[in-house]
């Protein structure tokens, strides 16, 4: 799979001629000039800032925080390094997604409007082999991240809850599914509101969080960065606590968890992106990538200079204790309680973001009449997920996050020269059409 991402990767860099570098600032103006644009959507649909604090609501979670540290503490510092080369290559995979999502979603008699790989797969695939194909992959997305995914973010909650607080994890994890369903049950709407709430004001509470203590350690800056780059080349040059760090754990745990946060290639983000209202698939595309580029560049990074700028990365700790651990340094108790606030705030954005996605292939195998069964068994899921250890859960969920990046992976590749087509299309006939006010 990690093979598989870095490939498709690279093709659609190439096949749109480094989207992401050519027109990351036009991508900027759009979604981030569009934050106080609020022109609701109609029925069935979300504005396209709903979409994308969605999709970050699915991206930023448990992988940021927990995620980063556990790369850090095996990988060591290179596996940083790797993150951010998957998450530049993510950028364009993720582009060609949105801009497929858009293009093949489907509306129903009463307007709503779903979308997602499963109806580019069909798209690229005619025929019993598109069929087999977009099943596997529904079946897959309902495990990896409605069941298995959402499990492993209760589980992060619990575990930071219980440090900062005392509170029973079984506890923590039934209060958890008890606000989820009560989200759930208010369908596409309640799901929108919820996100565009949640996702811009705990971004920038962790942003300022991580940053004061950034700032406070501002010496270690330079060797921090000296670290990712030479760890990412020789890792034992570097070592320090992650003993028998080698390049090959670098690169897979930087790679790993780069794409368990930010999901470029996997095939659960199109969901949001399809269901998104624009004038032209592209202009979703271009709000695709700068979610890449905010759970990557921005959130996740802070985490990793957040640990390896306060030498947090040699007490032997991983996960979310870990990242607790490396804010208490300046914060004191306030440190675990901090990231106890935070991950619940992650995890339950991400929990309503992959319960949406996973909800979508539901509706696609089994009709809208199994959606009630789903969100009983994502609540059970959530609840369960707060007492298991912590490697199994994270195990089972990137087992089968790989294996959903194979049949999106084999749709993105054959669908790619009409990623190409629709973004030519765009800048030679709706662009300039738009200019002259048809």
Not at 228 to 254: D, E, N, R, Y
Not at 378 to 398: H, K
Request: some cysteine; overall charge positive.
């Amino acid at each position: 799979a990690m093979i598989c991402i870095i490939g498709v990767g690279l093709l659609l860099s190439v096949r749109t001629r480094f989207i992401q570098i050519r027109k990351f600032g036009v991508a900027m103006k759009n979604t981030v000039g569009k934050i106080f644009d609020k022109t609701q959507a109609k029925d069935g649909s979300m504005s396209p800032f709903q979409a994308v604090c969605t999709a970050l609501a699915g991206t930023v979670g448990t992988g940021n925080i927990a995620g980063a540290a556990t790369a850090l503490a095996i990988g060591g510092p290179g596996a940083i390094f790797w993150m951010w080369i998957s998450a530049f290559l993510g950028m364009s995979t993720i582009f060609a997604e949105a801009v497929m999502a858009q293009k093949f979603k489907q509306v129903s008699d009463d307007g709503t409007v779903t979308g997602g790989p499963v109806y580019y797969i069909r798209g690229a695939f005619k025929g019993t082999f598109g069929k087999v194909l977009a099943a596997i992959f529904a079946v897959l997305i309902i495990f990896a991240l409605g069941f298995m995914g959402n499990a492993v973010q209760s589980n992060s909650i619990a575990a930071s809850w219980n440090t900062a607080f005392g509170i029973p994890k079984i506890a923590m994890g039934i209060f958890v599914a008890v606000v989820s369903l009560f989200v759930f049950t208010g369908g596409m709407k309640r799901i929108a509101k919820v996100t565009e709430l949640i996702v811009p004001i705990m971004a920038a509470f962790y942003i300022v969080g991580s940053l004061i203590v950034i700032f406070a350690n501002v010496t270690a800056i330079p060797a921090a960065f000296h670290d990712i780059i030479v760890g990412a080349f020789k890792p034992a040059a570097v070592a320090g606590g992650a003993m028998g760090a080698t390049l090959k754990l670098a690169v897979q745990k930087g790679v790993a968890r780069g794409l368990f946060s930010n999901e470029a290639g996997m095939g659960s983000t199109p969901h949001a992106h399809a269901v998104a209202k624009v004038k032209h698939p592209v202009e979703q595309g271009f709000v695709a990538m700068i979610g890449v580029f905010i759970d990557t560049f921005v959130i996740l990074n802070l985490t990793a200079l957040v640990i390896i700028t306060t030498g947090s990365r040699t007490t032997g700790l991983t996960g979310a204790q870990l990242s607790q651990y490396a804010f208490s340094t300046l914060y004191g108790k306030f440190g675990e309680i901090f990231i106890a606030i935070c991950m619940l705030f992650f995890a339950f954005s991400t929990i309503i973001g992959w319960y949406f996605f996973g909800e979508a292939n539901i509706r696609y195998l089994f009709g809208a009449k199994a959606v009630k069964i789903y969100s009983i068994i994502v609540c059970i899921c959530v609840a369960l997920g707060s007492l298991q250890e912590v490697e199994l859960v994270w195990n089972m969920a990137d087992c089968f996050n790989s294996m959903m990046v194979i049949p999106n992976a084999i749709a993105l590749v054959a669908l790619s020269g009409l990623v190409k087509k629709t973004h030519d299309d765009y800048y030679n006939n709706f662009l300039p059409n738009r200019k002259k006010g048809k």
